[in-house]
């Protein structure tokens, strides 16, 4: 396959998988929607495919995963904080759903097409659960 197809091909599915995502977020309400779901699985897919096919054979590809689960792992925690009488907490569902979205767009930035779309479908059913009240 040619190169250039193939990396437009993971770029797009990143994509199309990010938003997935994040329509389910944002027709919960929640602030984090298609947008950023997007921005953020594209942006690992893009970090990926740049450590792929830029760097060559013999670069160390996975560092940038380690350094897109650290970076999107922090940009999560600033969406947790506490409830107006301080006793909840709120935001882990999207900081979750923010850094499984990183995930995502790693693997479909890798060439993992099978593997990123059954993580995204297994994450929007995760979503989609009732919460339970104890």
């Not at 944002?26 to 690992?44: N, Q």
């Not at 969406?79 to 709120?90: D, K, L, S």
């Amino acid at each position: 396959m040619n190169p250039l197809l193939d990396m437009v091909l993971r770029f797009l599915l990143a994509t199309g998988l990010g938003a997935v995502i994040g329509y389910q977020r944002e027709r919960a309400g929640k602030t984090a929607g298609v947008r950023t779901h997007i921005l953020v699985s594209c942006g690992a897919a893009l970090f990926t495919l740049a450590s792929i096919y830029a760097f060559g054979v013999g670069a160390d590809t996975s560092r940038v995963a380690a350094g897109v689960v650290v970076g999107v792992g922090f940009i999560g925690g600033g969406v947790i904080f506490r409830g107006a009488r301080g006793e909840e907490v709120a935001g882990l569902t999207t900081a979750a759903a923010i850094w499984a979205t990183a995930a995502i767009g790693l693997a479909a930035g890798a060439g993992m097409y099978a593997l990123s779309s059954i993580a995204a479908a297994i994450i929007v059913g995760s979503l989609l659960l009732p919460k339970i009240r104890g």
